[in-house]
């Protein structure tokens, strides 16, 4: 069995090596090649790793579907980076601010594309992977636009926030672990159990990403402090603050659209802490681990074997980036 270390480094030298990366022009793919060699966490592939290896030998179909599922995930950043107006990903610029609109735009058509391409190499099952990839597609764009949509929507409960989370990025996370449990060989009721740990596993990321958003450090990070606040976005911090104010403190949220980019920060995250939004949202991150940790348990393999996992899972609840 392999660890989360050990899978991230072997997946890094497939990353290097994508073939459709290395064509022409190089206006086109130097942006990619730039993006996928900024890094990232890698959890995907390497939940789609950990979860073929819970029934067998890593495959080299459990690898094709890391890369395709990989490649899908950061076609998804470079268009979500654009649609949030985002200055910085992964400590660096993004791809539409250092090589234009029509570089982030096309890179991401790309690497979906390249994507497709990896997941066209998987030799058993591909029929049902295909269908969970395009299903799960399909919801991450349904999530993306209902993420696009709150900015501008006054009435937004938590669980609008938290169906729409689910969607944009919950199910990446989840199909990531159902497609490797699948080519691992696993029995469908296994499969449906390992998506539902995805599933809290995703609502707790996103909801620890909106927190890390407000509150990290942007030099771990890599991302604009306070990107989401700027765009105006629906998160957990902005509903639960909304939710448990006063009227007058609730007018004065509404009316911080008014300040400057830093002071509206500022004021925001003041806002978020005061009303114990801050606090509430870490909560909820433990709520959603615990749900997934539950899933871990319950899922019908040898328990050693879940060791790497639930590692993983665990170092996800305290993670600063
Ligand atoms: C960022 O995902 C997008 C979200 C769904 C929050 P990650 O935090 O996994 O980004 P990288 O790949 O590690 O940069
Ligand atoms: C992104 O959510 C989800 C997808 C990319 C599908 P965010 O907009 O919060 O992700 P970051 O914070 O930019 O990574
Ligand atoms: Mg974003
Ligand atoms: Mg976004
Ligand atoms: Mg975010």
């Known amino acids: 069995m392999h660890d989360f270390k050990t899978l991230v480094t072997q997946f890094e030298g497939r990353i290097a090596q994508i073939p459709a990366l290395s064509r022409s022009p190089e206006s086109l793919y130097e942006p990619c090649r730039y993006l996928l060699g900024l890094g990232g966490k890698r959890i995907r592939p390497v939940l789609c790793l950990m979860a073929a290896e819970l029934f067998a030998e890593i495959s080299e179909d459990a690898w094709q579907a890391a890369l395709a599922i990989e490649l899908f995930h950061n076609f998804t950043l470079v268009h979500d980076d654009i649609m949030d107006h985002a200055p910085l990903r992964r400590g660096q610029a993004t791809i539409h601010a250092r090589n234009g609109l029509t570089a982030g735009i096309l890179c991401g058509d790309v690497l979906c594309i390249a994507a497709y391409q990896h997941l066209g190499q998987i030799r058993n099952t591909l029929p049902t992977i295909l269908a969970i990839f395009n299903q799960t597609a399909l919801e991450v764009c349904e999530g993306q636009q209902l993420d696009m949509d709150f900015e501008s929507k006054t009435q937004v409960s938590v669980a609008d926030y938290v169906n729409m989370i689910g969607l944009k990025t919950s199910v990446l996370l989840a ?56 765009a105006n976005k629906k998160t957990f911090l902005y509903l639960h603050a909304l939710e448990n104010c006063d009227e007058a403190t609730r007018t004065s949220l509404h009316q911080l659209n008014n300040l400057p980019d830093n002071e509206k920060v500022a004021a925001t995250t003041a806002l978020f802490r005061a009303t114990g939004a801050d606090r509430a949202c870490t909560h909820a991150v433990v709520t959603y681990s615990e749900k997934a940790f539950a899933a871990l348990d319950d899922l019908a393999c040898t328990a050693n074997r879940k060791a790497p996992l639930k590692k993983l899972v665990e170092s996800l609840l305290h993670r600063q980036f």
């Not at 958003?213 to 700027?230: E, N, R």
């Open 175 to 230: 199909a990531s672990l159902k497609i490797g449990a699948i080519i691992g060989g696993t029995s469908a009721g296994n499969a449906e159990k390992i998506y539902e740990l995805g599933k809290a596993l995703g609502i707790a990321f996103q909801l620890q990403d909106d927190y890390l958003d407000a509150f990290g450090d942007p030099i771990k990070t890599g991302k604009q402090a306070g990107g989401d606040i700027l």
